[in-house]
């Protein structure tokens, strides 16, 4: 029995925002409710609306610029940087840039729709 497990077909989470999100491990792909890790690509523009996640989650940028307001700070993170979000913090996503922003995102425990608690825009 293999004791590793390559991911080469992973799920691609339907968006109406233009947002490409492929989970390469998680709920949806492997049923693993204890960790997501994602490929996200955020065109320019894109935003989401505030949210209070149940988990903690890592954000690593690979190309581009990505936009964090966590609590009442603005946050820009740049290729090469990363940033960790505690749960329970109440966050708001963008890329109010011109270029699309490419980043990996990693939720600890897993990310579920209803575990992410957004707020009406």
Not at 27 to 54: C, K, R, Y
Not at 75 to 102: D, H
Request: glycine share 4%.
């Amino acid at each position: 029995m293999k004791k590793y497990t390559i991911q080469d077909s992973p799920f691609v989470v339907p968006t109406d925002d233009g947002k490409t999100i492929k989970e390469h491990f998680g709920l949806a792909t492997d049923g693993n409710s204890q960790i997501s890790i994602a490929h996200m690509v955020a065109p320019p523009g894109w935003s989401e609306p505030f949210q209070t996640p149940e988990f903690d989650e890592y954000t690593f940028i690979i190309k581009g610029k990505k936009q964090f307001i966590i609590e009442d700070e603005t946050i820009v993170l740049e290729a090469g940087q990363s940033i960790k979000v505690n749960k329970n913090t109440r966050l708001q996503y963008s890329n109010p840039f011109t270029e699309p922003c490419e980043y990996l995102a990693i939720c600890l425990p897993a990310f579920s729709i209803d575990s992410v608690n957004r707020e009406d825009q």
